[in-house]
Structure formats: C-alpha cells, structure tokens
T-cell receptor, first 113, second 113 residues
Framework: EPEVTQTPSHQVTQMGQEVILRCVPI?????FYWYRQILGQKVEFLVS????????KSEIFDDQFSVERPDGSNFTLKIRSTKLEDSAMYFC???????????FGSGTRLTVV | GESVGLHLPTLSVQEGDNSIINCAYS??????FIWYKQESGKGPQFIID?????DKRQGQRVTVLLNKTVKHLSLQIAATQPGDSAVYFC????????????FGKGTLLTVNP
C-alpha cells in the first residue's frame, strides 16, 4: 500500500536554529499538507500546497514557516528560527484529488531545547 | 466558528463488545468527514469516511453514522479487539477547495481482554 514517508522520525534542535522536515508524498498525489500535534492535543492544520503554491495556511503558519517542493518527489517544511513552543509531532499528508486518498505519514517528532 | 469536538475523552470496553465513539461538529458547511485511528507514535490512519449526502456508511467491522440535523457523527466498531485500542479522531472538511481537515480532540479507546 502506498505510503507517505517522513524523515527524520525524531529531530532535536536548539532554540533559534533552523530545521527542515522532509516528506515524500504518494507519487500520484497532487495535494500536500502539513499538520502538527502538540503532545496530548488534537491534530492542527498548518498549510496546504497545490500546483506548486500554498493554497491555504493557518494562523500558526507564520513567517517563520515555509514549504517547498524542491523536486518531483519531496515536500519540505522549514522552520527558520525554532521556538520552544514549536515542539510537536509534525505530520505530512497528501491526497490524490481533494479529499480522495488523504494519507498521513508517521510524523517527525520535533523537540526544541 | 469551525470546531469539531468529542463527547467522551476515554472509552473502555471489553473485547468482543461493540464500541461507539461520538463526535459533534459545528460547521454546517462541512461536507466530508473522516474517522482516523492513531496509535502511539504513529500518524493518523484512515478508517472510514462519509460525505454529507449520506447518513450511513459501512466498512469492515466499522460503521459511520452522520446526523446533519444535530451535527453529530459516530463511529461504531463491531466486536472490538485489543488491536483496536488507540485514539480515535473525527475530522471534517468544511467544503473549501483547499481540503483542510479540522480535527476533534480525540477519544482514547481501551479494549480489555
């Protein structure tokens, strides 16, 4: 069964440092997303990406965040200057057409110290 | 405003019993709903979905019921097994073209052998 792959599974970084979280969506999917989940809380939408541009972003997705699809397979989330409150699980997701085949990766646990 | 919530944060059942997990939503414009299962340290795993033009959908051992009148969604799991123990989230799509999902807080289902 096709999977969304995320790397690394766990990232520890110092406050103020930049991190890049990587995702390989399912190959024939057209829509890409990042969500995050702070420990013990619900999953929150960050950003959606379609046709090589951001289609929607949440209030959480401020100027410190950016996304990129550098080639035909990867989809990255960059946090420029991490804060303690950025510590969370970050999930990448992709879908084939809109809601169809909406699949999540296993996540990257980001710990900011 | 948009919100998806769950009536019960925890549910404990005996193996073999049927489980019912409930979810309330407030956005009457939502046209698509998904139930996800999340095991510890993993990403949300698709269980079953339903569109707003339906009121019931069945899968293997799972049934989703949608009551648009009272904005209520439920997940029924038949013959619950220990492997069903996880956190269950409902998520809604409000009908926008960006396919953002809004998640509820989650219900922890514990199946006792």
């Amino acid at each position: 069964e096709p999977e969304v792959t995320q790397t690394p599974s766990h990232q520890v970084t110092q406050m103020g440092q930049e991190v890049i979280l990587r995702c390989v969506p399912i190959s024939n999917h057209l829509y890409f997303y990042w969500y995050r989940q702070i420990l013990g809380q619900k999953v929150e939408f960050l950003v959606s990406f379609y046709n090589n541009e951001i289609s929607e972003k949440s209030e959480i997705f401020d100027d410190q965040f950016s996304v990129e699809r550098p080639d035909g397979s990867n989809f990255t989330l960059k946090i420029r200057s991490t804060k303690l409150e950025d510590s969370a699980m970050y999930f990448c997701a992709s879908s084939e057409q809109g809601n169809y085949g909406y699949t999540f990766g296993s996540g990257t646990r980001l710990t900011v110290v | 405003g948009e919100s998806v919530g769950l009536h019960l944060p925890t549910l404990s059942v005996q193996e073999g019993d049927n489980s019912i997990i409930n979810c309330a939503y407030s956005n009457s414009a939502s046209d698509y709903f998904i139930w996800y299962k999340q095991e510890s340290g993993k990403g949300p795993q698709f269980i079953i979905d339903i569109r707003s033009n339906m009121d019931k959908r069945q899968g293997q051992r799972v049934t989703v019921l949608l009551n648009k009148t009272v904005k209520h969604l439920s997940l029924q799991i038949a013959a619950t097994q220990p492997g069903d123990s996880a956190v269950y989230f409902c998520a809604e799509n409000s009908g926008g073209s960006n396919y953002k999902l809004t998640f509820g807080k989650g219900t922890l289902l514990t199946v006792n052998p």
